[in-house]
């Protein structure tokens, strides 16, 4: 069973406009560690955060933030003002103990975010 | 030096060829990954190393051939690979914790 669902395959939004990439998981676990990467088009993958699954307090950084909520398992991820330059592939990952190899990512399958000028 | 290193970049190689890519972690980590990410599909988990010990295997076929020879160096065999082998193989790194991986550049491969 897919543990993290991304259900936005591609978005594309004009520059200065906000947007929400949805992130869904599943787990049986009660302790888990969630996490956004980002990737550009040179390919390398960027951790921008991660959150365990006892802290559900939402996060800002800058023009990002998270927004997680356990009563409906999702770890959404705003970009407030967007710019050009956040286009990239946003991926959601998560970690639970029911990974053989100890904190091994289980991925979504990414959003591709297009910033038009 | 950068946190995790991959050479090189960019490969090509013919189906009889072998060849082997590299990843050096500079962060003082204790467990390495390798992923693939073919062209609109998921990332693939492929191998994970813990101290040098490899704890997962999921089901790569064995024309892929990691070697892990200290926690720092992680490297993956490739011979007699097939077209659909063609992808951007991605090393990473990370503490026994859940502070996440770090990832390297990839390295871009094309099996012709």
């Known amino acids: 069973a897919q543990k993290v669902t991304q259900a936005q395959t591609e978005i594309s939004v004009v520059e200065k406009e906000d947007v929400t990439l949805d992130c869904v998981y599943e787990t049986r676990d009660t302790t888990y560690y969630l996490f956004w990467y980002k990737q550009p088009p040179s390919g390398e993958l960027v951790f921008l955060i991660r959150r365990n699954s006892f802290d559900e307090q939402n996060e800002i950084s800058g023009r990002y933030s998270w927004n997680f909520q356990k009563s409906t398992s999702s770890f959404n991820f705003t970009i407030t003002a967007s710019q050009v330059v956040d286009s990239a592939v946003y991926f959601c990952a998560l970690s639970d103990r029911d990974s053989n190899s100890g904190y091994a990512l289980n991925f979504g399958k990414g959003t591709s975010l297009l910033v038009t000028p | 030096e950068t946190g995790v290193t991959q050479t090189p970049r960019h490969l090509v190689m013919g189906m009889t060829n072998k060849k082997s890519l590299k990843c050096e972690q500079h962060?003082?980590?204790?467990?390495m990954y390798w992923y693939k990410q073919s062209a609109k599909k998921p990332l693939e988990l492929m191998f994970v190393y813990n101290f040098k010990e490899q704890t997962e295997n999921n089901s790569v076929p064995s024309r892929f051939s990691p070697e892990c020879p200290n926690s720092s160096h992680l490297f993956l065999h490739l011979h007699t690979l097939q077209p659909e082998d063609s992808a951007l193989y991605l090393c990473a790194s990370s503490s026994q914790g859940p502070e996440g991986q770090y990832f390297g550049p990839g390295t871009r491969l094309t099996v012709t």
């Open positions: 962060l003082g980590h204790n467990a």
